[in-house]
């Protein structure tokens, strides 16, 4: 089992930053790559930012120059730095990682639960 922990959303006006974070936990193998996805009202869920153990970083276009994604991987926890935040990037954003549990032979995707990002014009 993986457990993935995401923190650091909330209310922020256009032109702000938020930081958002995200701590792995629980019977973790390896992780190949994690990111964040988000899902806007009446939408669906999108890729916003990966990066890969190796530290190779994916952007939606949308977010490109704005958003920053690192990770610490003795920690296996990610992060999410958004900054000239826009209304359009209000969503709930999701921590996803992609690894082996402990004794497992095929990839697995885990996700948690979710944290608000609102940005107000």
């Known amino acids: 089992q993986v457990q993935l ?11 702000g930053s938020l930081r958002l974070s995200c701590a792995a936990s629980g019977n973790i193998f390896s992780i190949n790559a994690m990111g ?19 530290g190779n970083t994916d952007y939606a276009d949308s977010v490109k120059g704005r958003f920053a994604i690192s990770r610490d991987n003795a920690k296996n926890t990610v992060y999410l730095q958004m900054n000239s935040l826009k209304p359009e990037d209000t969503a709930v954003y999701y921590c996803n990682a992609v690894g082996y549990t402990v004794g497992s032979i095929r ?12 940005v107000s014009a």
């Open 36 to 54: 964040w996805y988000r899902q806007a009202p009446g939408k669906q869920r999108e890729l916003v930012a990966t990066i890969t153990s190796g």
């Open 107 to 118: 990839v697995g995707n885990f996700w948690g639960q979710g944290t608000q990002v609102l």
């Open 5 to 15: 922990v995401e923190s650091g959303g909330g209310l922020v006006q256009a032109g």
